[in-house]
């Protein structure tokens, strides 16, 4: 067949007017000769001035469509029908190309024309901030760079965004009733047809990052509509590895993002049911040699999934096993670890709470034991129950507590069991919990073990004035708030601060950081914004005290957790 032109850029175009001339520009602009590019602006039933701005572009080869509101996917296949090129290029209309992207697409297309029928590029976050990042799926999976790839071999190269060319007239069409990862759903069609996918390295596609695209509001999606497409590719297309590694990526940043499961109690049931259909036919073992491997996430997948694993041990070392393949290897016992949350002492009792965490809970064959050494020289050894709070929960770690009554007690050590094997444990407080802990008649010591002692009598006057000295200036402090504020409420948001919605924040200059700390250790960070909502699944929500002394009296025994405001 012959087009009139060598590529159709497709751009839907609804309320956009603050970006859409940015867009337009970027195509403008491009190191390819205009005339062989049709550019097809197509109004969505834009209430704002986006359908004045575009028709001002309007020319010989750039065509604007003005239609009523359908959607974005029923706008795509309307593009699709009208489009005369060779090839067909998707943009949002709040994205933009660089320079050199339909040269270096169409170039690579026309040498590689029969085997393939979609191509992908790099992609590039770009946020308000001025903070860019490029999508992790380009920096670390195409290793051979611009070049063809065999999805068989390949199966982890899968496609979720629109950041594609494909050819013309292949007669497939975006489904006007999937709301949600309609690009997946596109894309997949296309692949599963030969298989392989075209990757040019050298484009690059801008993707606007902001709070009214959908990918901002992914976590209030119906799940199981998200969902409901992938049942039917498992049924069309058996255990196709592709599929699996589609799903597994799906699930795969929904832990790391946490918003899995959904916050309301009501739907986390029939959530869960779905997600353990799709994983019944997952392969783990394609999960484990996957190259962004993350043996959390498996974990997690495997605890919903319900799979049964069993053990084997080579050299003192420990394999998981599940349907027969090994998903994790070279386990060492002396890397099983157990934690220490917090310790809660009431006159002559005290309690421990923690958890613990090895894969191997997955074989049922572990237990965890307490060994109690007492002033007079006698011990005990007590069986601690581990549970998990939720049903769903992982179960690599469990947690414990443990009730004692510690006037006579000297030391607590901890081991577990493993079919045969003894193996003595270190406990080690988690970043927020003290090493040593004060009481009025004892303290408490924690270092591998955990050791009591019994207050000597400078010990206990040092304990006192330092309590008396705080509390007098805890209230002092309180005494100023009151007068002049009363104190002030603030959301926290607290999180991994590798996670991208921390360094949003962080970088965000529309928001004023009253401050930011390493109070929870290396791992975690929390920020007090001085905004009304936070775009997180959790935050925190707590009153400081007046001045600069609230720093001091910020504690995680303060921090309620709390759902994001809608």
């Given amino acids: 067949m012959k087009y009139l032109y060598n590529l159709t850029v497709i751009v839907p175009c609804y309320n956009c007017c603050k970006y859409v001339k940015k867009t337009i520009n970027s195509l403008l602009e491009q190191d390819y000769d205009l005339q062989k590019i049709e550019i097809l602006l197509i109004n969505d039933g834009s209430t704002d001035n986006t359908l004045k701005i575009i028709k001002k572009y309007e020319s010989k080869n750039i065509k604007v469509v003005d239609k009523k509101n359908e959607g ?7 593009g699709m029908k009208m489009s005369k090129g060779k090839y067909i290029l998707f943009l949002d209309s709040d994205d933009y190309l660089s320079r050199n992207t339909i040269r270096d697409i169409i170039n690579f297309f026309d040498a590689h024309y029969d085997e393939i029928d ?14 860019t990042m490029r999508h992790s799926r380009y920096k670390k999976l195409y290793i051979n760079g611009t070049n063809v790839y065999d999805l068989d071999e390949f199966y982890y190269l899968i496609q979720p965004t629109l950041n594609v060319c494909i050819k013309n007239g292949l007669g497939y069409e975006f489904d006007v009733n999937q709301y949600y990862a ?3 759903m596109f894309n997949i069609k ?6 392989k996918i075209g ?6 596609y801008y993707y606007r990052r902001h709070n009214e695209s959908t990918t901002a509001n992914r976590y209030h999606m119906n799940l199981e509509n998200i969902y ?7 049924q069309i297309y058996k255990n196709d590895k592709y599929i699996q590694a589609t799903i597994m990526n799906n699930l795969n940043w929904r832990i790391r993002e946490d918003c899995l499961i959904p916050p309301d109690k009501e739907s986390i049931n029939s959530c869960i049911e779905s997600i353990r259909r799709k994983l019944s036919i997952i392969d783990f073992s394609l999960f484990k040699d996957h190259v962004l491997d993350n043996k959390k996430v498996l974990l997690e997948l495997l605890s919903l999934s319900q799979k049964k694993c069993i053990m084997e041990k080579y050299d003192d070392k420990y394999s998981l096993i599940s349907d027969g393949k090994v998903l994790i290897n070279n386990i060492d016992t002396t890397n099983i670890n157990i934690r220490l949350n917090r310790i809660c002492k009431e006159k002559d009792n005290i309690t421990l709470y923690g958890y613990l965490i090895t894969p ?7 237990k965890l034991f307490s060994k109690i050494e007492y002033r007079n020289g006698k011990c005990e050894t007590k069986k601690i129950d581990l549970y998990n709070i939720l049903d769903y929960q992982e179960n690599y770690k469990k947690e414990y507590k443990l009730c004692l009554k510690c006037d006579k007690i000297s030391e607590i050590s901890f081991y577990c069991e493993l079919e045969k094997e003894k193996i003595l444990l270190d406990i080690k407080p988690i970043d927020w919990c003290s090493k040593v802990k004060i009481y009025d008649d004892s303290i408490v010591e924690i270092n591998n073990n955990i050791k009591i002692y019994k207050k000597k009598l400078f010990d206990k006057f040092k304990t006192r004035f330092f309590y008396s000295s705080n509390k007098f200036k805890f209230k002092l ?9 009363k104190g002030s409420k603030y959301h926290v948001y607290f999180g991994d601060k590798n996670s991208l919605i921390y360094q949003e924040y962080i970088d965000d200059k529309n928001h004023k950081k009253l401050f930011y700390d390493r109070a929870f250790g290396t791992n975690y960070k929390f920020v007090i914004l001085n905004c009304d909502k936070i775009i997180t699944n959790k935050s925190i929500k707590l009153v400081l005290p007046f001045g600069k002394m609230r720093k001091n009296y910020v504690q995680a025994s303060h921090f309620e957790i709390i759902l994001k405001d809608n």
């Fill in 72 to 78: 974005v996917s029923a706008t795509r296949n309307l």
């Fill in 228 to 234: 409901s497409f992938y049942e039917k590719y498992q």
């Fill in 199 to 204: 990757f040019v390295k050298e484009g690059l």
């Fill in 190 to 195: 296309i692949l599963m047809n030969k298989k």
């Fill in 360 to 366: 191997l809970f997955y074989t049922g064959k572990i």
């Fill in 182 to 184: 309609e690009d997946e």
């Fill in 477 to 485: 402090i309180n005494l100023v708030s009151f007068i002049t504020r």
């Fill in 118 to 131: 979609l191509l992908t590029y790099p992609m590039l976050y770009f946020y308000p901030s001025g903070r």
